[in-house]
């Protein structure tokens, strides 16, 4: 029985190779067998959270979202081999066959699994005190809302997974992107409803309500609902704890006031993978550096450029830019810098956009000015709305950089990938708005067809 037990608790924190292959029956997850008490529910869910900061979507990694899309978009060049992840994506070759499209489906559809497998131990426990029960319940429904958002702003129509059931999840069809968006809110309503509304006071290091109202913001202003997006950033910055940074050195810190999640590191000691995969310690790159057209769109006064780029040269002198919001590329005596996945930034630049649609021009450049002003920017003021929304997005290209494919995904919803990426990228098409699907799961399953247009 022991070792029945180690069995399935070690299938909960790694997941599967596939998504689709469940090394067990839904019968035998039982929550007496894997989540008997509140020690091992942690456990369990201590290795999703491992995972999700290893690789995938918010990974800070050379295989994380960050990489990934800033690669894809108009942000990083990728000096990689021409077969490698991220240069496919630079050079936009990707197509069904590539790893990179199967390696990120399967690593987030496993650990939507994994969350899904805690799920239904959490559910079936009678053993659990209930202050743990809700709390993981609560991060669970979360991060699956999280994961399936981010599949499919990327892949476009995607299965929603709610199950751990063998032959449901092996005929599984795909649901609309926006019945995803709808879904996606439902788990996030459940989880609103489970966790508390802060943290404890420390480290950010769990989700509360206050990152179930940030992901909402973002999804309804996706959405067009105005309002919504309005009430769920206004939840968040009206409740006092999160405060923009006004000290742009310490906006990436641990300590950080305006952090609203983070994922720690796995050790003591250890810093953030951003901070490893970004920093260029030696030119030229062998990794990723800033594109120039990226780095000379800032204004010269303003201080994010001086604070949050770093360059190094070659031995001829040509300059190398990289992303240094993170300043620690390795081990410390003690921990300085966690991955910061959601911050009262966003939500002000959020609040600012949808406050313009419903044509409230003063609100929005409050708020549009509450991020400019600290960097050394004037204010900005106009009464005209196609100039305003462009500033906002000169914005968010100059405040979200590097931090888990911001820019594709507001180009992507703008309707200006092939606007901005047409110039830069003469490969480009339209198409390219969506990754392929991985052949090898079309192939394994049906239901996931038709591939997406043009591949």
């Not at 994994?114 to 991060?143: C, P």
């Not at 059931?165 to 019945?179: A, C, F, R």
């Not at 919001?325 to 081990?331: G, L, M, N, T």
């Not at 003469?426 to 090898?440: A, D, G, I, M, V």
């Amino acid at each position: 029985m022991k070792k029945l037990v180690l069995i399935v608790i070690c299938a909960i924190l790694m997941g599967c190779n596939n998504f689709l292959e469940v090394d067990l029956p839904n019968d035998q997850l039982t929550a007496d067998l894997v989540l008997k008490d509140d020690q091992l529910a942690k456990s369990a869910m201590a290795g999703v959270y491992r995972s999700l900061e290893e690789k995938g979507f918010l990974s800070g990694s050379s295989t994380g979202g960050g990489g990934y899309m800033g690669c894809y978009a108009d942000e990083l060049v990728s000096y990689q081999i021409s077969t490698s992840n991220l240069t496919q994506l630079y050079s936009v070759t990707v197509n069904p066959q590539s790893n990179v499209v199967k390696t990120l489906w399967n690593d987030t559809y496993n650990q939507i699994y994994s969350i899904n497998r805690i799920i239904t131990g959490l559910s079936a426990s009678q053993t659990l005190s209930t202050d743990v029960k809700n709390r993981l319940m609560g991060e669970s429904y979360f991060l699956r809302a999280f994961l399936h958002f981010y599949l499919s702003q990327t892949f476009g129509d995607i299965p929603y997974v709610t199950s751990v059931d063998y032959l449901e999840n092996s005929k599984i069809s795909k649901t609309n992107s926006d019945q995803v968006l709808i879904l996606a809110v439902e788990d996030l309503a459940k989880a609103e409803n489970l966790l508390p509304e802060q943290s404890a006071p420390g480290l950010r290091i769990r989700p509360t309500k206050m990152a179930v109202y940030a992901l909402e913001a973002r999804i309804f202003l996706l959405q067009k609902d105005w309002d919504k997006a309005i009430i769920s950033s206004s939840k968040v910055i009206s409740q006092g704890s999160y405060v923009v940074e006004t000290d742009l050195s310490k906006t990436f810190l641990k300590e950080s006031k305006s952090s609203i999640w983070q994922l720690e590191p796995i050790k003591a000691g250890n810093n953030t993978r951003e901070g490893a995969f970004y920093t260029i310690l030696s030119a030229p790159p062998t990794q990723v550096s800033l594109t120039y057209n990226f780095v000379n769109s800032f204004f010269p006064q303003d201080q994010r450029k001086q604070k949050w780029i770093g360059s190094k040269n070659d031995s001829q002198q040509n300059a190398y830019y990289f992303a240094s919001k993170y300043k620690q590329p390795s081990v410390t005596a003690t921990t300085v810098e966690h991955s910061i996945i959601l911050r009262v930034e966003e939500l002000y630049l959020i609040r600012s956009e949808a406050y313009l649609k419903k044509q409230m021009l003063s609100q929005s450049l409050s708020d549009l000015n509450t991020i400019r002003t600290r960097t050394g920017l004037p204010i900005y003021n106009s009464n005209i709305p196609n100039e305003i929304m462009n500033e906002i997005i000169n914005e968010r290209r100059h405040e979200l950089f590097t931090e888990f494919g911001h820019r594709f995904y507001d180009l992507k919803r703008l309707e200006k990938l092939d606007e901005v990426l047409y110039p830069v990228k003469p490969q480009w098409k339209t198409f390219y708005k969506n990754l392929p699907l991985p052949e090898s799961e079309i192939l394994l399953n049906p239901n996931l067809g038709p591939q997406n247009n043009g591949y």
